[in-house]
């Protein structure tokens, strides 16, 4: 087997081919121009970002309407300082069962006990102990896009 099998000499072929239409097609531009890249927040690459003026949380209120039965609930409280790392959760300070009688917060559901595997854990399982990925504060600020969400039925 050291001739090409036809197809090996058809690819081949195809190669040739547009090796020579890169050659003689390629655009005007010199290859070594430099490329002008820009960063979508017009500042240099390595430039940190601006600080800003940290998030204005709205005021905390009463529990907010949830718009699908499936939603997580919004935060209807501030959360400056409610550090949630590896060792340390904040939210279940005042949200865990055994403190919800004395914070008055909501105890965090039946489901958050539940393991991706189905098994049902004495406490909040690994899945859903990083609260804010699916619980969001609010802030008094004008939607960036246009939204016509209507609430599920089951909500109206
Ligand atoms: C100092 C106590 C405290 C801490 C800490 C706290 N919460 Fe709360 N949270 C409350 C209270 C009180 C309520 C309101 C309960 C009510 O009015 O029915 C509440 C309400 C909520 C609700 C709304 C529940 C519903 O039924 O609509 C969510 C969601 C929530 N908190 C998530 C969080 C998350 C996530 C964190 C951590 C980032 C957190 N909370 C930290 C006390 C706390
Ligand atoms: C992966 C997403 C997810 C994570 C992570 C998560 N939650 Fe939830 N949470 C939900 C959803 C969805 C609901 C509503 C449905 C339900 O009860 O499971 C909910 C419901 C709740 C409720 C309302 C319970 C009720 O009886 O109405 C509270 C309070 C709450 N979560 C607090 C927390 C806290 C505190 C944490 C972190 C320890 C957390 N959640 C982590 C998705 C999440």
């Not at 081949?12 to 979508?40: E, G, I, M, N, S």
Request: aromatic letters at 8%.
């Amino acid at each position: 087997m050291n001739k090409p099998t036809f197809p090996f000499a058809r690819l081949r072929a195809a190669a040739l081919a547009l090796c020579l239409a890169q050659t003689f097609l390629a655009p005007a531009v010199a290859a070594d121009a430099p490329v002008k890249l820009q960063t979508l927040r017009g500042a240099e690459i390595t430039a940190s970002d601006p600080e800003g003026d940290g998030t204005r949380y709205s005021r905390d209120s009463a529990p907010l309407p949830r718009d699908f039965v499936q939603q997580p609930p919004l935060i209807p409280h501030t959360i400056k300082g409610y550090t949630v790392t590896k060792n340390f959760n904040k939210c279940l300070d005042c949200h865990a069962w055994a403190r919800a009688k004395e914070s008055g917060a909501t105890k965090i559901s039946v489901t958050h006990f539940k393991t991706r595997e189905g098994d049902e854990l004495s406490s909040v399982s690994p899945r859903r102990y990083f609260c804010n990925q699916c619980h969001v504060p609010q802030s008094d600020a004008k939607p960036l896009v246009g939204n016509t969400f209507k609430p599920g039925t089951g909500m109206r």
